[in-house]
């Protein structure tokens, strides 16, 4: 039904300016009729982090900014959803237009700068939804015009604790002047310290709530193995790798949008973000879990990333190409992956791939 109804409005949204179809999609959503929560394999559940997953595809940040429509996410088959990047106080963001389709490639270009309602606004509307269950993440930023950029960072585990399942800190995103340098060495390590030290805090009233690292796709791996050396030894509780990348491979087909400057997304993102998970893994030997997103378009790309190392993955550009009903099909594929090799559960494939991956020349 999902996959009639979007094969009439997707002509409808890309005739549109990107973001004007966004804030659309966004109002649809909202007034979607109430589907009844369809059950998933039970061979899809993933435990990671402590919390129980009933499928591991997830929506990845960035799409639903505000927290206004999770639970139809969660509705729509998604097994954990993402809201964020959140900023303490509201911002307008970069001017428009700042959202860019690359249909030739499948790709989005973005600088929307952390457009944010705010943490308040935020908080409200997920105090509103806290007893309907589903895993709903926070990812949090900081201001552009913050002072203290890692302080940013703690306040607002302080005040998402008793709503949020989980916690991204969002440190790679490549519109917010700087923001990236927070990835470095020392810097790297005192956020690290301080937003465990919050989670630790905050766990006293609001039982654990893990706290994962968002990553560039476009660290050095020397850059990479200090951030996972500080992770393991702040012990954070996973990464997500990554986040959109500043790269223009010279083989995209819409030269003249490649020239937009942003972060990238969608399936020219993919063998980067891939690589760049499977190196995580490698060097994070188990230590804590991985969210794999970059690139994911299909049942086959998903099982890419969980192969490189992911024990979950999340989407959103291809959702623009392809729809909602992706979803599913990235689900059955992998459920019958599972019966195809007589798999008990995805754990047992997560990494398979890895080693052999970071031996491949680097992808172009
Ligand atoms: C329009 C747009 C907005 C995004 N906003 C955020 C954001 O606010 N915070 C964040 O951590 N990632 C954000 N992202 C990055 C995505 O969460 C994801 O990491 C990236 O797009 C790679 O996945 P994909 O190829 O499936 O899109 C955004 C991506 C897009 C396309």
Redesign the pocket.
Known sequence: MIGAFEHLVRPLLHALDPEDAHVLTLKLLKFAPVLPVARDDPRLAVRAFGLNFPNPVGM???FD?NAEVPDVLLRLGFGFVEV??VTPKPQPGNPRPR?FRLPGDEG?I?R?G?NSEGAEAVLRRLAARADRGGIVGV?V?ANKDSADRIDDYVRQIDMFAPVASYF?C?IS?PNTPGLRDLQQGSVFDELTARVVEARERVSVQAGPTPVLI?IAPDLTLNELDDVVAIARRRKVDGMIV???TVLRPDWLKDQATAKEAG?L??RP?FKL?TRMLAETYVRAEGAFPLIG????DSGETALAKIRAGACLV?????LVFRGLAMIGEIKSFLASELRRGAHAGLDELVGADAAAMTAEAWPE
Do not use: R
């Not at 997103?293 to 994911?296: D, S």
């Not at 999340?314 to 291809?318: E, G, L, N, T």
């Open positions: 990845a940040a960035g900014k964020g990047t959202l989005v973005n929307l952390f990812n930023g991204t969002n995103s968002k990554g986040n959109t972060g997304s969608g993102l973000a997103t970059g690139g994911i999340q989407v959103y550009s291809s």
